[in-house]
């Protein structure tokens, strides 16, 4: 199947492989359906949901099988794969070997797409960005949509828009680097890309190979095309030195971007007052960052400032991400889930100013705790707590600089934090690791932090 020129792209009666049966496979098999494809899905695992969503493909006529990989994969015109499906995979590579064109879910659903897109990556305050653009990207003139790895698929929406279409739409993709492995012609109306840091070692290999796949999504960008970047990391400031696109940076440090920052206030392009520090109620220095580049990509969009202001002062956070819990004797306790890496951990740690219990595990991916020792030392970290398939490992890097003791889950460390708490103290879940050793995904870990957090008079 040639896929070489976007324009030219017909599915109708090809054969398709999607390798994954989570919410991006099945969204993309549901596309390809729409599209007159003949899809075919398969998952080695077997678990109870995707047998649900097996379920629910074949009330649709779309075949699958769960909990192996049989050889009918490979009698495809065109193999998409889910995020996590690395390329190193031996289905990926044989379907190389044998001439199966091989894309992502996020370059399949923008064959597609009808409608702006901006895209926003980064390692760290994704999901708090896209989260300010979708309540900004709302107005009598444009429906912002977000989706993409937030958790809705991007394929669900455009299949969404492809039955009733909206003149006013502009897609807000979140993308990881795990989702611009296998793309061709994916391209952004708008690129905004907020930090690089070591992150998915474990997948990518290499810190060159990681910055490459994020960097994947302004390749095919034109001069047409805006790339908003962080001008306070210098990865990023080298990459578009000389891109093609309109490059536009922002900083909360220089004076060179369109907004600007003192102790007290942010200002507009125009040197104008755009909002006090005050008026911000989303905690840490690292959320300023945040508010300034959505602001920057939604000022060059050409929404108004004071529409911009308002959205921004009326915006209480996202969940799982800094998340407000409860009070309890005292103790304040925090959800940080979304904090899968050491740098979301520093940034979370500099966010309060009380003495801290940091409850640390999961699955790590790749990351050298010993990093984050002179953190929990400057930021009154009274005590670690580790937990899951990474304590020992954690416990160790630390040796005797910091207090800390071991658990096996969660629950567990939720209930000894407690234990170890004082009036005024901050317990604070930001695991610094993936959550599948013991959870589907980050918002089940979350979840189940409020749950027991909520409990705790019950449970001790």
Same mark, same amino acid.
Do not use: C
């Given at each position: 199947m040639d896929i070489s020129n976007k324009n030219y792209i017909n599915i109708a009666g090809k054969n398709i492989s999607i390798i994954g049966l989570g919410r991006s496979g099945v969204s993309a098999a549901k596309l390809a359906h729409h599209h007159g494809a003949n899809v075919f899905i398969s998952d080695a695992n077997d678990s109870e949901l995707n047998r649900h969503f097996l379920n629910e /493909?074949?009330? !649709?006529? +779309? #075949? @699958?099988?769960?909990?192996?990989?049989?050889?009918?994969?490979?009698? #495809?015109?065109l193999m998409i794969i889910s995020p996590g499906v690395p390329k190193?995979?031996? +289905? =990926?590579?044989? #379907?190389?070997?044998? @001439?199966?064109?091989? =894309? @992502?879910e996020i370059e399949f659903a923008y064959w597609f797409s009808q409608y702006p897109i901006i895209g926003v990556t980064g390692s760290n305050g994704k999901t708090t960005t896209v989260n300010i653009l979708g309540k900004i990207f709302q107005t009598d003139t444009i429906h912002g949509s977000i989706c993409g790895n937030v958790g809705i698929p991007f394929s669900q929406e455009v299949l969404a828009d492809t039955i009733n279409p909206d003149a006013k739409r502009v897609y807000i993709l979140e993308i990881s %680097?795990?989702?611009?492995?296998?793309?061709?012609?994916?391209?952004? *109306?708008?690129?905004?890309? !907020?930090?690089? &840091?070591?992150?998915? /070692?474990?997948?990518?290999? %290499? !810190?060159k190979n990681y910055i490459d796949c994020k960097l994947n999504m302004a390749k095919n960008q034109t001069d047409q095309d805006t790339v908003i970047f962080n001008q306070n990391d210098f990865e990023l400031q080298q990459a578009f030195q000389n891109h093609k #696109?309109? &490059?536009?940076?922002?900083?909360?440090?220089?004076? %060179?971007g369109l907004f600007r920052m003192n102790e007290t206030k942010i200002y507009g392009p125009n040197h104008e007052s755009f909002i006090g520090l005050d008026q911000i109620k989303i905690p840490g220095q690292h959320n300023i960052e945040n508010i300034i580049a959505a602001s920057t990509l939604s000022f060059e969009f050409g929404i108004s400032l004071s529409h $911009?202001?308002?959205? $921004?002062?009326?915006? %209480? @956070?996202v969940e799982h991400r800094l998340e407000y819990v409860a009070e309890i004797e005292g103790v304040t306790y925090i959800n940080d889930s979304k904090a899968t890496n050491l740098e979301s951990? $520093?940034?979370? /740690?500099?966010?309060?100013?009380?003495? $801290?219990? /940091? +409850?640390?595990?999961?699955? *790590?991916?790749g990351a050298d705790f010993h990093n984050l020792l002179p953190h929990t030392q400057v930021n009154q970290v009274k005590q670690v707590i580790t937990y899951g398939e990474a304590r020992h490992e954690i416990t160790e890097s630390f040796g005797d600089a910091v207090r800390s003791e071991s658990i096996l889950d969660l629950r567990d460390a939720v209930v000894t934090a407690k234990n170890l708490a004082s009036p005024g103290d901050v317990i604070l879940l930001s695991p610094g690791c993936a959550s599948f050793d013991q959870f589907d995904h980050f918002e089940e870990r979350g979840n189940m932090f409020k749950k027991w957090v909520n409990e705790l008079d019950l449970v001790i």
């Open positions: /493909l074949n009330r !649709l006529n +779309i #075949a @699958g099988e769960s909990g192996t990989h049989s050889d009918r994969i490979f009698d #495809a015109d190193e995979s031996s +289905i =990926v590579k044989k #379907a190389i070997e044998v @001439g199966i064109p091989v =894309v @992502g %680097s795990f989702q611009m492995e296998f793309i061709l012609h994916f391209h952004p *109306n708008f690129s905004l890309f !907020l930090n690089i &840091t070591p992150d998915h /070692l474990d997948r990518h290999g %290499s !810190l #696109a309109k &490059t536009i940076p922002f900083s909360t440090i220089h004076q %060179s $911009i202001s308002k959205v $921004i002062s009326n915006f %209480s @956070g951990v $520093i940034v979370a /740690l500099s966010s309060f100013n009380q003495p $801290i219990i /940091l +409850i640390l595990g999961g699955r *790590n991916k």
